[in-house]
């Protein structure tokens, strides 16, 4: 099995050496030599960077070390260069899961439209590889988050990750498989000991606004300048939503799809006078 993992934390972040480690202890338990986990990620954070692909500049794979120590890869793209990098040139199109994460931070809600981390598990879906992201969320602000808040994460991942690739048609037969969306999963994880998670909560993206996003001041010579910023505004009354989720102890897995079309939205723009006759997509 070929695992290819990233994240937009950067190469340094304990959320990617957590993770590691218990894939690594996973691996050398099943004693399989074709076994490879190659890991590939920022050289910096890269936080909020979406779906950004880099085109403007050459990119380079640089050989780094994990904060555990590991060898592993740095790029100077961004997560979704790391994914193309890491499957087309690491492991030459062979990956046979993507991983993004441990992210430190929650993705939850609207959020995903900017996550570079579930950006990465899209760009590995793209690529025909079962993806998913995984975050750890801290319930409270007066406890950030430290090496020790992964554990829990990193091992569901791997968890997770063996059920992926039990369960799973293999990548080349999906790319051309008729009606394929390019399928991922994304989870949140509350940053909580085992015995206080309740279980797990299979969700949908819930709403997650931010209000007061610009914060304009001025510098010392008069100029003004800007800082993107806002408070959160969640609504926690979904039940079914991945926010309600993760506020009330729940591992949230919220499955995606690439294919973002609002189907149930053709009937209302078939009736626009737009000055064309409209095909819709049944009459096709």
Not at 105 to 112: A, C, E, F, K
Not at 258 to 274: E, P
């Amino acid at each position: 099995m070929k695992i290819l993992v990233t994240n937009d934390d950067g190469v340094a972040s304990p959320g990617l050496a957590a993770l590691s480690e218990a894939l690594d202890k996973k691996i050398q338990g099943r004693g399989d030599s074709t076994d490879e986990i190659v890991i590939i990620a920022p050289e910096r954070p890269r936080s909020a960077s979406g779906h950004s692909i880099t085109l403007h500049k050459p990119l380079r794979i640089e050989e780094a070390k994990l904060s555990s120590g590991r060898p592993a890869y740095c790029s100077n793209g961004t997560p979704s260069d790391c994914v193309t990098l890491g499957f087309e040139v690491l492991l030459q199109a062979e990956a046979d899961i993507v991983i993004s994460g441990i992210n430190a931070g929650p993705n939850l809600g609207w959020d995903l439209s900017y996550s570079g981390t579930v950006s990465a598990a899209i760009e590995g879906a793209i690529l025909g590889a079962p993806s998913f992201a995984i975050s750890v969320v801290s319930l409270s602000d007066s406890a950030p988050l430290d090496a020790g808040s992964f554990s829990l994460a990193a091992d569901f991942a791997v968890r997770l990750a063996e059920q992926i690739v039990e369960n799973r048609v293999p990548p080349k037969q999906l790319e051309h498989r008729a009606g394929f969306n390019g399928l991922l999963l994304n989870v949140n994880v509350p940053a909580l000991p085992a015995d206080q998670i309740n279980g797990i909560s299979l969700t949908h993206q819930g709403k997650r606004r931010y209000v007061d996003r610009v914060d304009a001041r001025v510098d010392p010579w008069g100029r003004p300048y800007y800082w993107i910023c806002g408070n959160i505004q969640d609504d926690e009354s979904d039940a079914d939503s991945d926010i309600y989720a993760v506020l009330h102890h729940w591992i949230s897995i919220t499955p995606l799809q690439l294919d973002m079309t609002a189907q149930h939205q053709f009937s209302l723009l078939n009736q626009w006078d737009l000055g064309f006759p409209v095909n819709h997509p049944s009459e096709r």
